[in-house]
Nanobody, 115 residues
């Protein structure tokens, strides 16, 4: 059974940073592309970043240069280092992967950016 569990969210002031983590179970982690999405209240879930099995990364324009995605195949985790956070980054952040033609999601971790 595929399980994803996010952690690391919290309350931060504009300009601050947070490190989000996602622990995976039930998959041969090193073979999977891992992704981060976020969903703000009243908005659709949007793609933030991905990292392939070879370490190749992609970012949404809204976070490019401020967020960094990494992976640790030993600990089966992917992390999202956020920086220079803005109020518009406030959202629930979700970890995602695809397995057997299905999308799997964690329950998310809340990031709130406010002064």
């Amino acid at each position: 059974q595929v399980r994803l569990e996010e952690s690391g969210g919290g309350l931060v002031k504009p300009g601050g940073s947070l490190r989000l983590s996602c622990k995976a179970a039930g998959i041969n982690f090193r073979l999977y592309t891992m992704k981060w999405y976020r969903q703000a209240p009243g908005e659709e879930r949007e793609f933030i970043a991905s990292i392939g099995q070879g370490g190749e990364t992609k970012y949404a324009d809204s976070v490019k240069g401020r967020f960094t995605i990494t992976r640790d195949n030993v600990w089966r985790t992917t992390s999202l280092q956020t920086s220079i956070l803005r109020p518009e980054d406030t959202a629930v952040y979700f970890c995602n992967t695809e397995h057997g033609g299905r999308n799997f999601w964690g329950r998310g971790t809340q990031v709130t950016v406010t002064s």
